[in-house]
T-cell receptor, first 116, second 117 residues
């Protein structure tokens, strides 16, 4: 158990809908990262937050948005969903003072989104 | 710019035989390199990391990897495969500077390790 909690584990929805994925980082970790994993694209970095502030942005679509709250949990909002958004969405966190390039990322078990 | 290439999408070995998962990288900086493992329906877990210390790195579960700058490689090995090693393995390269954002990390496409009984 990594200590990173993601909900829901599975989500099935229809095209055009909006969903929210939630992540609680490990106790004491200030950074949260969101990744999308699909069969054709592999693991893609979406966005990173540090203590409530956006820190780095990857291949995140304009239809997607995220935020990190004062209690450090984070939410990833996906709107106007398309079939191609079906994927496994991972959240990760890292220890204070250790960026992802030198430290370890702790991953949750992911939220599997299916868009029908 | 940096990139990482995992040379095999699938590797199949018999239980008890050696494992070799190959990874080549390119980086404009002195890189940090990582191997992560993903078991079915689980998140990724760090196996080992190289951050400019010893070139032979030992990780969890008997895995190790050797950083070879001249060959730009960071292959993952294990002397004897176990059924529980069946998983997806990801090689990751970073720009290697502390405090860098996650946009500085590049994941390989993964190697699926199959263990035959």
């Amino acid at each position: 158990d990594s200590g990173v909690t993601q909900t829901p584990k599975h989500l099935i929805t229809a095209t055009g809908q909006r969903v929210t994925l939630r992540c609680s980082p490990r106790s004491g970790d200030l950074s949260v990262y969101w990744y999308q994993q699909s069969l054709d694209q592999g693991l893609q970095f979406l966005i990173q937050y540090y203590n409530g502030e956006e820190r780095a942005k990857g291949n995140i679509l304009e239809r997607f948005s995220a935020q990190q709250f004062p209690d450090l949990h984070s939410e990833l909002n996906l709107s106007s969903l398309e079939l191609g958004d079906s994927a496994l969405y991972f959240c990760a966190s890292s220890a204070p003072g250790l960026g992802p390039n030198t430290g370890e990322l702790f991953f949750g078990e992911g939220s599997r989104l299916t868009v029908l | 710019a940096q990139s990482v290439t995992q040379l095999d999408s699938h590797v199949s070995v018999s239980e008890g035989t050696p494992v070799l998962l190959r990874c080549n990288y390119s980086s404009s900086y002195s890189p940090s390199l990582f191997w992560y493992v993903q078991h079915p329906n689980k998140g990724l877990q760090l196996l080992l990391k190289y951050t400019s210390a010893a070139t032979l790195v030992k990780g969890i579960n008997g895995f190790e990897a050797e950083f070879k700058k001249s060959e730009t490689s960071f292959h993952l090995t294990k002397p004897s495969a176990h059924m529980s090693d069946a998983a997806e393995y990801f090689c990751v390269v970073s720009a290697g500077y502390s405090g860098g954002g996650a946009d500085g990390l590049t994941f390989g496409k993964g190697t699926h390790l199959i263990i035959q009984p």
